[in-house]
C-alpha cells in the first residue's frame, strides 16, 4: 500500500495568527507563555488537518525560521549573541531580528545593541531565511530541546510523527563564513552533533526522519560531492530510517549520487523532475522507499489527477509498498484553506488548490492507487471539469494582449542615448547634490492607514473619503521628508496595500483572494496575486497619487512602481504558458504606466525588480534563458523614457554578485540594494566588475527595529566609495519603510541625511 505523507505545512495560520502572536509579544503586549502557547494552539490545528496521512511533518513549525531553528539546534549562535543571558527564544528574535522586544529601553536594559543576521532567498522562492554564520572559532552543540517538544505534543495528541530537520550538507551550504574558513573543513565537527540528534530521535522511538538536501538540485562546489558520501557514511547506524528529501528541481548529474547515499528512502520532486522518476527508481537497491512529489506544492492550480495518475500508476505497480507520494515541497509556500474564500471569483476559484485542497488532491490519489480509479470516479470527474472548464474559459486569452507580445521588437527596450549622455542632461534638470539622500518608496502603513483601508473595503467609508484619508497620509510624507532635508522624495505609498497585489488589482488577468497569505520572513506575511489570465492595463494606477505628491513640494518626486519581472514572482503564476511570455505582457501594461508618469511631468520613476534573482533557475546552464527576458522584460518596461527622465529599480534581499553583468545590461540609470545586513559585501562584484550607472548601497536595515548611527552609515558608504565612484553614490535604507514606524524611521533617517552631509564634506 502506498504511504501518503507531507514535507511541511503552513506554519502562520489561517489567519495569520502567528503574526499577529509575534509583533504583540515583540511590542510588550503578551507574554513569552501567550506566544508559546499560540504555538502550541496552531501546531495542534496543523496536526489534526494532516490526520489523514500516514505520516506527518513535525518539526516544521517554527516561531521564525526554520533555518535558524537548525542554527539553534545545532548549538551555532553568532559570537555577537553567545554569552547574552536570559530566554533562548529571546536570544533567538536577536539573531532573526536584532532584537526580542520592539522596546528600546527593554532592550537596553537586558543587552544593548545586537546586529541582526544576514537575510536571503530560500533558493527560488520568495521566502527568505537567516543566513548561518561560521568563523575558525565555530563549534556545534546539541540543543534538541525544541524538537523534543514538539515531537511529545504531537504523540500525545496520537499523531503519526515524522520529525523533519535539514541535512548537514544543505546547512552548511546555506551558511556563509565570516572569515576565509572553508565551509567544509566544519564538517567533522558537525557530523558528530547531527548524529547525536538522530540517535536521541531514535531513543524516542521515531521511525523515520525527513532530512532535508535540496542543495542536490543545484550545480555543487568542487569537493561537495564526496563530502556527502562522508557525511551519511558517518550518519548511517543511528537507529532511525532516513528518507533524504530533495525538491525544486532535478537531481541531474547528482542523480547517481543521491542514489547512493546509505539512506532508506529518497525524495524527488516529480512535479519539476517526472523525468528522473525512472532513473532514480532503477538506481535505488530494491529495500528503498522512493517518495514523489506529485502534487504542485509552489503554486495554487489544481492538479490535472487524471494525468497525474496515468504516469503514476505504472510506477505504484512496480513499487509496490516502496512507493510514497507527497507534495513537492514543504507547504509552506501555498496558503492554509481554499474554503476560506467566500468573495473570490468563482469561477477562477474553481481552478484553484491551497494547502488542505492539495492534501485532498493527495489523499484521492492515495484512495485511487488503492482500490482504483472507479472507487474515487466521481472525484476524479469533478477534477477533470474544473481542469477542462479552465483550459476552455475566455477569461484566460486575450487574443490583443498576445499580437502585442508578438510585435515586440529590440527597439521597445532601448534607451535614445547611453548612460554618459542622459546621466548629464539628469543632472542638469535635477540639480542634486552628491551622496544624494532618497528612500525606497513606502513609509509606515500606520494604523490609520489600514483602519482607513477596511472601512473603504467594507462600505463603510465612501470614495471621496477614503482619497481625502491617503491624500492626508500623502502630505504627512512629504511633510517629514521636507523636514528630514532628504534629497528625492516618495509619496508614501499609502493606498497601496502591498507592491504586487495593488498593481494586480488595476490589471486585468488577475484574481485577489482575502486569505491567501504566505509567510516571506518572520511575521511578514504577503498576499500574492493570481495571475490567471493575459493581462492588461486598462487605465493609469499610479498617476494621480503621484501628481498629487509633486504639487506639495519642489523637490523631485519619484514615480514608484513594481517591475514586471517582481510581479511576476511574487504572483501565483498560470501554468498554462511560458513564464516569459506572461512576463513580457507584464512589461508591455507597466510601460503604458511609465510613459503616462513621464507626461505628467515625474523626471525620477523608479522601477522595483525586488525579486529579479529568486526567479533564476536554481542551474547555472539555465541562468541565460532566464535573464535573457527578465532583463528585456525590464527594458521594455522602462526604456520608452526621454533622456532627462531618471529610471531607477531596486533589488532587495539576494546574492547579485554572479549576475551584475546583467543587472548592468538592464541600464537603470540608479540601482539600489541590500547591503546593511552583509557589511556592503555585495559590493564585492565591483572589484572585478565596472559598474557603469549610479548605484545605492542600503545603509539602513529596515528588517530591523535597531537604529543606524549616523558613524554607521558614514563607514558604510566610505567602503562603498572604495569601489564605486563618490560621484555615483546614493544613500538610501536598503528597502522600503512600510514595516517600521515612524518613531524609528525618523531618527533612523536623521542620521541617514546627516551622514551623506558628512560625506558631502570630504568630496
Same mark, same amino acid.
Given at each position: 500500500?502506498?504511504?501518503?505523507?507531507?514535507?511541511?505545512?503552513?506554519?502562520?495560520?489561517?489567519?495569520?495568527?502567528?503574526?499577529?502572536?509575534?509583533?504583540?509579544?515583540?511590542?510588550?503586549?503578551?507574554?513569552?507563555?501567550?506566544?508559546?502557547?499560540?504555538?502550541?494552539?496552531?501546531?495542534?490545528? @496543523?496536526?489534526?488537518?494532516?490526520?489523514?496521512?500516514?505520516?506527518?511533518?513535525?518539526?516544521?513549525?517554527?516561531?521564525?525560521?526554520?533555518?535558524?531553528?537548525?542554527?539553534?539546534?545545532?548549538?551555532?549562535?553568532?559570537?555577537?549573541?553567545?554569552?547574552?543571558?536570559?530566554?533562548?527564544?529571546?536570544?533567538?528574535?536577536?539573531?532573526?531580528?536584532?532584537?526580542a522586544a520592539e522596546s528600546a529601553e527593554a532592550h537596553a536594559r537586558c543587552c544593548g545593541g545586537?546586529?541582526?543576521?544576514?537575510?536571503?532567498?530560500?533558493?527560488?522562492?520568495?521566502?527568505?531565511?537567516?543566513?548561518?554564520?561560521?568563523?575558525?572559532?565555530?563549534?556545534?552543540?546539541?540543543?534538541?530541546?525544541?524538537?523534543?517538544?514538539?515531537?511529545?505534543?504531537?504523540?500525545?495528541?496520537?499523531?503519526?510523527?515524522?520529525?523533519?530537520?535539514?541535512?548537514?550538507?544543505?546547512?552548511?551550504?546555506?551558511?556563509?563564513?565570516?572569515?576565509?574558513?572553508?565551509?567544509?573543513?566544519?564538517?567533522?565537527?558537525?557530523?558528530?552533533?547531527?548524529?547525536?540528534?538522530?540517535?536521541?530521535?531514535?531513543?524516542?522511538?521515531?521511525?523515520?526522519?525527513?532530512?532535508?538536501?535540496?542543495?542536490?538540485?543545484?550545480?555543487?562546489?568542487?569537493?561537495?560531492?564526496?563530502?556527502?558520501?562522508?557525511?551519511?557514511?558517518?550518519?548511517?547506524?543511528?537507529?532511525?530510517?532516513?528518507?533524504?528529501?530533495?525538491?525544486?528541481?532535478?537531481?541531474?548529474?547528482?542523480?547517481?549520487?543521491?542514489?547512493?547515499?546509505?539512506?532508506?528512502?529518497? @525524495?524527488?520532486?516529480?512535479?519539476?523532475?517526472?523525468?528522473?522518476?525512472?532513473?532514480?527508481?532503477a538506481a535505488l537497491p530494491a529495500d528503498r522507499v522512493v517518495s514523489l512529489g506529485v502534487i504542485?506544492?509552489? $503554486?495554487?492550480?489544481?492538479?490535472?489527477?487524471?494525468?497525474?495518475?496515468?504516469?503514476?500508476?505504472?510506477?505504484?505497480?512496480?513499487?509496490?509498498?516502496?512507493?510514497?507520494?507527497?507534495?513537492?515541497?514543504?507547504?509552506?509556500?501555498?496558503?492554509?484553506?481554499?474554503?476560506?474564500?467566500?468573495?473570490? /471569483?468563482?469561477?477562477?476559484?474553481?481552478?484553484?488548490?491551497?494547502?488542505?485542497?492539495?492534501?485532498?488532491?493527495?489523499?484521492?490519489?492515495?484512495?485511487?492507487?488503492?482500490?482504483?480509479?472507479?472507487?474515487?470516479?466521481?472525484?476524479?470527474?469533478?477534477?477533470? $471539469?474544473?481542469?477542462?472548464?479552465?483550459?476552455?474559459?475566455?477569461?484566460?486569452?486575450?487574443?490583443?494582449?498576445?499580437?502585442?507580445?508578438?510585435?515586440?521588437?529590440?527597439?521597445?527596450?532601448?534607451?535614445?542615448?547611453?548612460?554618459?549622455?542622459?546621466?548629464?542632461?539628469?543632472?542638469?534638470?535635477?540639480?542634486?547634490?552628491?551622496?544624494?539622500?532618497?528612500?525606497?518608496?513606502?513609509?509606515?502603513?500606520?494604523?490609520?492607514?489600514? @483602519?482607513?483601508?477596511?472601512?473603504?473595503?467594507?462600505?463603510?467609508?465612501?470614495?471621496?473619503?477614503?482619497?481625502?484619508?491617503?491624500?492626508?497620509?500623502?502630505?504627512?510624507?512629504?511633510?517629514?521628508?521636507?523636514?528630514?532635508?532628504?534629497?528625492?522624495?516618495?509619496?508614501?505609498?499609502?493606498?497601496?496595500?502591498?507592491?504586487?497585489?495593488?498593481?494586480?488589482?488595476?490589471?486585468?488577468?488577475?484574481?485577489?483572494?482575502?486569505?491567501?497569505?504566505?509567510?516571506?520572513?518572520?511575521?511578514?506575511?504577503?498576499?500574492?496575486?493570481?495571475?490567471?489570465?493575459?493581462?492588461?492595463?486598462?487605465?493609469?494606477?499610479?498617476?494621480?497619487?503621484?501628481?498629487?505628491?509633486?504639487?506639495?513640494?519642489?523637490?523631485?518626486?519619484?514615480?514608484?512602481?513594481?517591475?514586471?519581472?517582481?510581479?511576476?514572482?511574487?504572483?501565483?503564476?498560470?501554468?498554462?504558458?511560458?513564464?516569459?511570455?506572461?512576463?513580457?505582457?507584464?512589461?508591455?501594461?507597466? %510601460?503604458?504606466?511609465?510613459?503616462?508618469?513621464?507626461?505628467?511631468?515625474?523626471?525620477?520613476?523608479?522601477?522595483?525588480?525586488?525579486?529579479?534573482?529568486?526567479?533564476?533557475?536554481?542551474?547555472?546552464?539555465?541562468?541565460?534563458?532566464?535573464?535573457?527576458?527578465?532583463?528585456?522584460?525590464?527594458?521594455?518596461?522602462?526604456?520608452?523614457?526621454?533622456?532627462?527622465?531618471?529610471?531607477?529599480?531596486?533589488?532587495?534581499?539576494?546574492?547579485?554578485?554572479?549576475?551584475?553583468?546583467?543587472?548592468?545590461?538592464?541600464?537603470?540609470?540608479?540601482?539600489?540594494?541590500?547591503?546593511?545586513?552583509?557589511?556592503?559585501?555585495?559590493?564585492?562584484?565591483?572589484? /572585478?566588475?565596472?559598474?557603469?550607472?549610479?548605484?545605492?548601497?542600503?545603509?539602513?536595515?529596515? @528588517?530591523?527595529?535597531?537604529?543606524?548611527?549616523?558613524?554607521?552609515?558614514?563607514?558604510?558608504?566610505?567602503?562603498?566609495?572604495?569601489?564605486?565612484?563618490?560621484?555615483?553614490?546614493?544613500?538610501?535604507?536598503?528597502?522600503?519603510?512600510?514595516?517600521?514606524?515612524?518613531?524609528?524611521?525618523?531618527?533612523?533617517?536623521?542620521?541617514?541625511?546627516?551622514?551623506?552631509?558628512?560625506? %558631502?564634506?570630504?568630496?
Amino acid at each position: 500500500m502506498t504511504t501518503i505523507h507531507n514535507l511541511g505545512f503552513p506554519r502562520i495560520g489561517a489567519r495569520r495568527e502567528l503574526k499577529f502572536g509575534q509583533e504583540a509579544y515583540w511590542k510588550g503586549q503578551s507574554t513569552r507563555d501567550e506566544l508559546l502557547a499560540l504555538g502550541a494552539q496552531l501546531r495542534a490545528k @496543523h496536526w489534526a488537518d494532516q490526520q489523514a496521512l500516514d505520516l506527518v511533518p513535525v518539526g516544521d513549525f517554527s516561531f521564525y525560521d526554520q533555518v535558524l531553528d537548525m542554527s539553534f539546534t545545532l548549538g551555532n549562535l553568532p559570537q555577537r549573541v553567545r554569552d547574552f543571558h536570559g530566554d533562548t527564544l529571546d536570544n533567538y528574535f536577536r539573531v532573526a531580528r536584532g532584537r526580542a522586544a520592539e522596546s528600546a529601553e527593554a532592550h537596553a536594559r537586558c543587552c544593548g545593541g545586537v546586529a541582526a543576521g544576514e537575510m536571503t532567498k530560500w533558493f527560488d522562492t520568495n521566502y527568505h531565511f537567516i543566513v548561518p554564520e561560521f568563523d575558525a572559532s565555530t563549534t556545534f552543540k546539541l540543543d534538541a530541546s525544541r524538537l523534543l517538544a514538539q515531537l511529545f505534543e504531537a504523540r500525545v495528541k496520537g499523531v503519526k510523527a515524522k520529525p523533519v530537520i535539514i541535512g548537514p550538507m544543505t546547512y552548511l551550504a546555506l551558511g556563509k563564513a565570516k572569515d576565509d574558513s572553508d565551509r567544509l573543513a566544519l564538517l567533522p565537527k558537525l557530523l558528530p552533533v547531527y548524529a547525536e540528534l538522530l540517535k536521541t530521535l531514535a531513543a524516542q522511538g521515531v521511525a523515520w526522519v525527513q532530512i532535508d538536501e535540496p542543495i542536490l538540485v543545484t550545480d555543487l562546489e568542487a569537493g561537495w560531492a564526496q563530502a556527502f558520501k562522508t557525511a551519511y557514511a558517518a550518519l548511517a547506524g543511528s537507529g532511525v530510517k532516513l528518507l533524504l528529501a530533495t525538491y525544486f528541481g532535478q537531481l541531474k548529474d547528482n542523480l547517481a549520487l543521491t542514489a547512493g547515499l546509505p539512506v532508506q528512502g529518497i @525524495h524527488l520532486d516529480a512535479v519539476n523532475a517526472r523525468d528522473e522518476v525512472s532513473a532514480l527508481t532503477a538506481a535505488l537497491p530494491a529495500d528503498r522507499v522512493v517518495s514523489l512529489g506529485v502534487i504542485n506544492g509552489r $503554486n495554487i492550480w489544481k492538479s490535472d489527477l487524471h494525468a497525474v495518475l496515468d504516469w503514476l500508476e505504472p510506477v505504484a505497480a512496480t513499487l509496490g509498498e516502496r512507493l510514497w507520494i507527497a507534495p513537492s515541497c514543504s507547504l509552506l509556500h501555498v496558503p492554509v484553506d481554499l474554503a476560506s474564500e467566500l468573495k473570490l /471569483d468563482a469561477e477562477v476559484k474553481s481552478w484553484l488548490a491551497f494547502a488542505l485542497q492539495k492534501l485532498a488532491e493527495l489523499d484521492l490519489l492515495g484512495r485511487a492507487l488503492k482500490g482504483g480509479r472507479a472507487s474515487v470516479q466521481a472525484e476524479l470527474d469533478a477534477n477533470r $471539469n474544473a481542469v477542462e472548464a479552465r483550459r476552455r474559459s475566455p477569461r484566460v486569452n486575450n487574443p490583443a494582449v498576445k499580437a502585442a507580445v508578438a510585435a515586440i521588437d529590440a527597439r521597445l527596450g532601448q534607451r535614445q542615448t547611453a548612460y554618459a549622455q542622459r546621466a548629464a542632461k539628469q543632472a542638469a534638470l535635477l540639480k542634486l547634490p552628491a551622496f544624494p539622500t532618497t528612500t525606497i518608496g513606502s513609509f509606515p502603513q500606520t494604523g490609520e492607514i489600514r @483602519h482607513a483601508r477596511s472601512e473603504y473595503k467594507a462600505g463603510r467609508l465612501d470614495e471621496a473619503g477614503y482619497q481625502a484619508a491617503m491624500r492626508a497620509e500623502i502630505e504627512r510624507s512629504v511633510n517629514e521628508q521636507e523636514a528630514l532635508g532628504l534629497d528625492v522624495f516618495v509619496h508614501g505609498e499609502a493606498e497601496r496595500n502591498d507592491m504586487v497585489e495593488y498593481f494586480g488589482e488595476q490589471l486585468e488577468g488577475y484574481a485577489f483572494t482575502q486569505f491567501g497569505w504566505v509567510q516571506s520572513y518572520g511575521s511578514r506575511c504577503v498576499k500574492p496575486p493570481v495571475l490567471f489570465g493575459d493581462i492588461s492595463r486598462p487605465k493609469a494606477m499610479t498617476v494621480a497619487w503621484t501628481r498629487y505628491a509633486q504639487s506639495l513640494t519642489d523637490k523631485p518626486m519619484k514615480g514608484m512602481l513594481t517591475g514586471p519581472v517582481t510581479i511576476l514572482n511574487w504572483s501565483f503564476v498560470r501554468d498554462d504558458q511560458p513564464r516569459s511570455v506572461s512576463c513580457k505582457q507584464l512589461a508591455l501594461a507597466i %510601460r503604458q504606466e511609465v510613459l503616462d508618469l513621464e507626461r505628467a511631468g515625474v523626471r525620477v520613476i523608479q522601477i522595483d525588480e525586488a525579486a529579479l534573482r529568486e526567479g533564476l533557475p536554481l542551474r547555472k546552464s539555465q541562468w541565460g534563458e532566464y535573464l535573457d527576458w527578465a532583463v528585456e522584460s525590464f527594458r521594455i518596461t522602462a526604456n520608452g523614457v526621454a533622456d532627462e527622465t531618471q529610471i531607477h529599480t531596486h533589488m532587495c534581499y539576494s546574492e547579485f554578485n554572479d549576475i551584475i553583468a546583467s543587472i548592468a545590461d538592464m541600464d537603470a540609470d540608479v540601482i539600489t540594494i541590500e547591503t546593511s545586513r552583509s557589511d556592503m559585501e555585495l559590493l564585492d562584484a565591483f572589484d /572585478d566588475f565596472k559598474y557603469p550607472n549610479e548605484i545605492g548601497p542600503g545603509v539602513y536595515d529596515i @528588517h530591523s527595529p535597531n537604529i543606524p548611527t549616523q558613524e554607521h552609515i558614514v563607514e558604510l558608504m566610505r567602503k562603498a566609495a572604495e569601489r564605486i565612484p563618490a560621484e555615483r553614490l546614493w544613500v538610501n535604507p536598503d528597502c522600503g519603510l512600510k514595516t517600521r514606524q515612524w518613531a524609528e524611521v525618523i531618527p533612523a533617517l536623521t542620521n541617514m541625511v546627516a551622514a551623506a552631509r558628512t560625506l %558631502r564634506q570630504s568630496v
